[in-house]
């Protein structure tokens, strides 16, 4: 399994799947979410539409399969981060159950290649660093990655990126 950062827009990226920082309603937001939501076009609003009607959205720390729309890759799998409110255990674990759960989606869809962003960095303040770190060792001790060919951690912005390339460096190097 091959681990790459970019510093890149997730809605723009040639991968079997990206991850979208959703929300429990599905219906789209702001930042990730948003932007996943237009640019991939109804296709991707209609089948989150199907998944409430069946099971009343998504809750936290799961995740969901759509088509991916207009966007370039073929799927996206929507996710549910935690919103931070101290640094509380069960908040940490729910991210990583967020990762575990999309990597889980993607082994069962036969999907190689995935792309992250920062799962619940945004509007609900999960702290970058703690996030980073758990995204990445949640991608690592993940069971069944051999089976994915390539994660990709994509960063919006510079500090994002920065953290990232800090934290992939010591794991090379463990």
């Known amino acids: 399994m091959i681990l790459e950062l970019l510093k890149a827009d997730i809605t723009e990226i040639q991968v079997d799947a990206i991850v979208n920082a959703a929300n429990t309603s599905l219906l789209g937001g702001g930042g990730v979410d948003g932007a996943i939501h237009r640019k991939g076009g109804n296709a991707i609003l ?90 990445i060792k949640s991608v690592n001790n993940f069971d069944r990655i051999s089976e994915i060919d390539k994660v990709i951690f994509v960063c919006f912005d510079d500090e994002n990126y920065q953290i990232y390339e800090r934290l992939l460096k010591r794991v090379d190097l463990e």
Do not use: M
């Open 46 to 135: 209609e089948e989150c539409i199907q998944i409430r009607n069946k099971q009343g959205g998504c809750k936290v720390g799961e995740a969901v399969i759509t088509t991916a729309g207009n966007l370039p890759s073929k799927y996206v799998i929507h996710t549910v981060g935690p919103v931070w409110n101290g640094d509380k255990e069960e908040k940490k674990n729910l991210l990583a159950a967020c990762y575990q759960k999309s990597l889980e989606l993607a082994v069962q869809n036969k999907i190689k290649t995935i792309a992250f962003p920062g799962i619940s960095t945004g509007i609900y303040r999960f702290p970058k660093d703690k996030a980073a770190e758990i995204a």
